[in-house]
T-cell receptor, first 114, second 112 residues
């Protein structure tokens, strides 16, 4: 079975641009979460979606948005990119939507903002 | 602010030794605790979960939880060079849905 897949794997943007990151969860998993990992830090929670509804939002500005589609895949959008948005963006899927930390991570999308 | 604290290391141990990784957390009511392993340039991988006070063993790994002290640890027995990685402690704080709060990770180096 395929694991969590993310695209693109690497991308370079300039300040002020917009980026869309995509994620396909493990088959049968209905919950998708997004995390941002800056070099040398642990992942930081951005969003969780379960059954196409937002179930949690981390401490990120409104420039960050996400959605989940009927097939449970998800997109993370970031507008008006700043240099500080440079990070590894991780998507994680899980079987259930609440009270589990048993997450399966994709390989991530590494964003560089110049 | 709910926090998870780890010593960033690096923690160096000789091959075959026991590696001990420690983590403290701020919310006394937390129920779920996890250890993820992250190799350089890779994504985190779940290696242990623990929900009750005491020890939980899985192969060479043992997770220990002490809720009264707000402390969780990971022991790796017979450490191998392939265990060299960053170990992330994560907590699902009370009412947090699936949200995990991660520590900054402890880098472990197993030396030949």
């Amino acid at each position: 079975d395929a694991g969590v897949t993310q695209s693109p794997t690497h991308l370079i943007k300039t300040r002020g641009q917009h980026v869309t990151l995509r994620c396909s969860p493990i088959s049968g998993h209905k919950s998708v979460s997004w995390y941002q990992q800056v070099l040398g830090q642990g992942p930081q929670f951005i969003f969780q979606y379960y059954e196409k509804e937002e179930r949690g939002r981390g401490n990120f500005p409104d420039r960050f948005s996400a959605r989940q589609f009927p097939n449970y895949s998800s997109e993370l959008n970031v507008n008006a990119l700043l240099l500080g948005d440079s990070a590894l963006y991780l998507c994680a899927s899980s079987l259930v939507g609440e009270n589990t930390g048993e997450l399966f991570f994709g390989e991530g999308s590494r964003l560089t903002v110049l | 602010q709910k926090e998870v604290e780890q010593n960033s290391g690096p923690l160096s141990v000789p091959e075959g030794a026991i590696a001990s990784l420690n983590c403290t957390y701020s919310d006394r009511g937390s129920q779920s605790f996890f250890w993820y392993r992250q190799y350089s340039g890779k994504s985190p991988e779940l290696i242990m979960s623990i929900y009750s006070n005491g020890d939980k063993e899985d192969g060479r790994f043992t997770a220990q939880l002490n809720k009264a002290s707000q402390y969780v640890s990971l022991l790796i027995r017979d450490s191998q060079p392939s265990d060299s990685a960053t170990y992330l402690c994560a907590v699902n704080f009370t009412g947090g849905g699936n949200k995990l709060t991660f520590g900054t990770g402890t880098q472990l180096k197993v030396e030949l």
